[in-house]
């Protein structure tokens, strides 16, 4: 696709950024906003200078310069009050920070909030396309609205379990219906769970609150209802992060690259924060296998040994939401690696409980199957 892009001196002029460390971000936010989405996805050199500093970039200060904006974009993610544009998501990974009311107009000032986000969403496309892994562990669940990609059921139980199993699997089994109804001492009807962060339910449909969940569309109310608990608090936000990052990879592009190359939320994920060497011996001493099956317990081992390193960081990001560990390795990584036992058949794949960093594996009848199960999870 850059290829495509017209070959004339205005795109292939090397693009200079001059800024100030104070304040960085906010200076980087102004120099990426002038640029051109032309001047940002070119291929020509990229030159980075720090005002009151003599160093010459040849790479050092470009690389100095994405890990210091990172740094910026979640100074204080873990922080339900802070003030950072990212904050930590379910599973601890990051997303856009709720900043601005869902409904109404949007102030001056709150624009200017949302057009961080869009900066923050061009720098990550900016940092893929100059092949530079950011320190940053970016929600798969962000990935998804990148690729164009619904959120569904499969979202919930891997980000939030406990809510699956009290919300989703009660209305998806026999006679759930019924029961949920006795609870609530009234018919469940199209509105949003209360939750800690969301007190007040929201109709998750127009006139939601006077329509009845029913076998005929109950479906419909899971899927309406996953997508509030994920996305309510911050869908204006979400937008113009996915829209800053389309700016310089379309959408269009991401959806081809999607089909013809199979490209995964997971795999976009990982093409921002990059793959990491992963000690195995560590992994394994820091894990907790909670599975009576020896014979399986080696077969995993084993399985994760064979694999590549952007397989081992796949896997690691599949389970954790990362393919990122803390500094100081699994030892650090709170809860700790566990795997678990599924009461699904040897035919279903494995699936995870990231907010956990939780696997749960069938009880395979062969490394092969183990393996292969695996890579295709």
Same mark, same amino acid.
């Given at each position: 696709?850059?290829?495509?892009?017209?070959?004339?001196?205005?795109?292939?002029?090397?693009?200079?950024?001059?800024?100030?460390?104070?304040?960085?971000?906010?200076?980087?936010?102004?120099?990426?906003?002038?640029?051109?989405?032309?001047?940002?996805?070119?291929?020509?050199?990229?030159?980075?200078?720090?005002?009151?500093?003599?160093?010459?970039?040849? !790479?050092?200060?470009?690389?100095?310069?994405? /890990?210091?904006?990172?740094? #910026?974009?979640?100074?204080?993610?873990?922080?339900?009050?802070?003030?950072?544009?990212?904050?930590?998501?379910?599973?601890?990974?990051?997303? &856009?920070?709720?900043?601005?009311?869902?409904?109404?107009?949007?102030?001056?000032?709150?624009?200017?909030?949302?057009?961080?986000?869009?900066?923050?969403?061009?720098?990550?496309?900016?940092?893929?396309?100059?092949?530079?892994?950011?320190?940053?562990?970016?929600?798969?669940?962000?990935?998804?609205?990148?690729? !164009?990609?619904?959120?569904?059921?499969?979202?919930?139980?891997?980000?939030?379990?406990?809510?699956?199993?009290?919300?989703?699997?009660?209305?998806?089994?026999? !006679?759930?219906?019924?029961?949920?109804?006795?609870?609530?001492?009234? &018919?469940?009807?199209?509105?949003?769970?209360?939750?800690?962060?969301?007190?007040?339910?929201?109709?998750?449909?127009?006139?939601?609150?006077?329509?009845?969940?029913?076998?005929?569309?109950?479906?419909?109310?899971?899927?309406?209802?996953?997508?509030?608990?994920?996305?309510?608090?911050?869908?204006?936000?979400?937008?113009? $992060?996915?829209?800053?990052?389309?700016?310089?990879?379309?959408?269009?592009?991401?959806?081809? $690259?999607?089909?013809?190359?199979?490209?995964?939320?997971?795999?976009? #994920?990982? $093409?921002?924060?990059?793959?990491?060497?992963?000690?195995?011996?560590?992994?394994?001493?820091?894990?907790?296998?909670?599975?009576?099956?020896?014979?399986?317990? +080696?077969?995993?081992?084993?399985?994760?040994?064979? $694999?590549?390193?952007?397989?081992?960081?796949?896997?690691?990001?599949?389970? +954790?939401?990362?393919?990122?560990?803390?500094? !100081?390795?699994?030892? /650090?990584?709170?809860?700790?690696?566990?795997?678990?036992?599924?009461?699904?058949?040897?035919?279903?794949?494995?699936?995870?409980? +990231?907010?956990?960093?939780?696997?749960?594996?069938?009880?395979?009848?062969?490394?092969?199957?183990?393996?292969?199960?695996?890579?295709? #999870?």
């Amino acid at each position: 696709w850059l290829d495509s892009q017209p070959d004339s001196p205005l795109f292939r002029e090397a693009l200079h950024l001059r800024l100030q460390r104070c304040d960085l971000l906010k200076n980087t936010c102004a120099a990426l906003l002038r640029c051109t989405r032309f001047q940002l996805s070119s291929n020509s050199i990229f030159l980075v200078q720090f005002a009151g500093e003599d160093g010459l970039d040849a !790479g050092g200060l470009t690389r100095d310069w994405f /890990d210091s904006v990172s740094q #910026a974009l979640v100074a204080d993610a873990a922080d339900p009050d802070g003030s950072s544009p990212l904050a930590q998501a379910l599973d601890l990974t990051l997303e &856009p920070r709720p900043l601005v009311r869902d409904e109404g107009d949007v102030s001056e000032e709150d624009q200017e909030k949302l057009k961080v986000l869009l900066v923050a969403g061009r720098f990550l496309a900016f940092a893929i396309l100059r092949e530079m892994a950011l320190p940053m562990s970016i929600s798969t669940l962000f990935c998804k609205h990148l690729l !164009g990609q619904a959120v569904t059921s499969s979202d919930l139980r891997q980000l939030d379990p406990d809510f699956y199993r009290l919300r989703i699997e009660g209305v998806l089994k026999e !006679g759930g219906l019924e029961e949920m109804a006795a609870a609530l001492g009234e &018919p469940l009807t199209f509105v949003s769970a209360a939750t800690e962060l969301h007190r007040e339910q929201e109709e998750l449909k127009p006139g939601g609150s006077s329509i009845v969940v029913t076998e005929e569309n109950k479906l419909e109310y899971i899927q309406l209802l996953c997508e509030a608990r994920l996305c309510s608090s911050n869908r204006r936000e979400m937008a113009c $992060m996915v829209q800053g990052f389309w700016d310089l990879l379309p959408a269009e592009i991401l959806k081809e $690259m999607s089909a013809q190359c199979n490209l995964t939320p997971l795999d976009l #994920a990982i $093409m921002i924060s990059g793959v990491h060497s992963l000690d195995i011996e560590d992994w394994r001493e820091h894990s907790r296998w909670n599975i009576q099956n020896v014979e399986l317990e +080696t077969w995993f081992w084993e399985v994760v040994e064979d $694999m590549d390193e952007e397989r081992r960081s796949m896997l690691l990001a599949f389970t +954790t939401g990362s393919s990122r560990l803390p500094l !100081g390795g699994f030892q /650090d990584l709170k809860p700790n690696f566990t795997i678990n036992a599924s009461v699904d058949s040897h035919l279903h794949l494995p699936h995870a409980h +990231t907010c956990v960093n939780q696997l749960v594996l069938p009880s395979y009848t062969s490394k092969e199957e183990l393996q292969e199960k695996l890579l295709t #999870a």
